[in-house]
């Protein structure tokens, strides 16, 4: 488990198969976004090469970012934004998003030099609202 949001399997044998136990919960799996509602069980699990087993809860947000050389050439990639809504919760997520300048050392909050956005996702009737 990495925070709460991430459950992160690694496959050992050959081919690829694998389980991975999954906390009571809704999860969706990364690359291929389906759905898995979990009472606490272990699954099984086939893993791509060069690929881990990677499941994110419902109610969670993840910020992605391609790789850049560096910091500031980062800043010129989009970020993408998974969204693990959550059905039991009224289709709900909620996630935060540290950004930077790219150019200062310290992550000290002096002269807006950072910033901590929270997202939250939710549904009203048959909208999907994303309030930041």
């Given amino acids: 488990m990495w925070g709460d949001a991430l459950m992160v399997s690694v496959s050992t ?3 690829g198969l694998g389980s991975v136990y999954l906390p009571r919960g ?18 099984p ?3 791509r090469r060069n690929e881990s087993s990677l499941f994110v809860r419902g109610g969670n947000m993840i910020f992605k970012q391609d790789c ?7 800043k010129n990639t989009f970020i993408d934004i998974i969204i693990a809504l959550d059905e039991s919760d009224n289709y709900t997520a909620t996630g935060e998003l540290y950004l930077d300048d790219h150019t200062k050392k310290s992550t000290e909050k002096k002269e807006n030099y950072h910033r901590l956005v ?5 549904r009203k009737e048959n909208d999907v609202s994303i309030k930041i």
């Fill in 118 to 122: 929270n997202f939250t996702v939710y």
């Fill in 13 to 15: 044998t050959p081919g």
């Fill in 68 to 74: 850049a050389m560096t910091a500031v050439n980062s």
């Fill in 45 to 47: 699990v086939q893993v």
């Fill in 26 to 43: 809704e999860w969706y799996e990364f690359y291929r976004g389906s759905q898995r509602i979990s009472y606490g069980e272990t699954y």
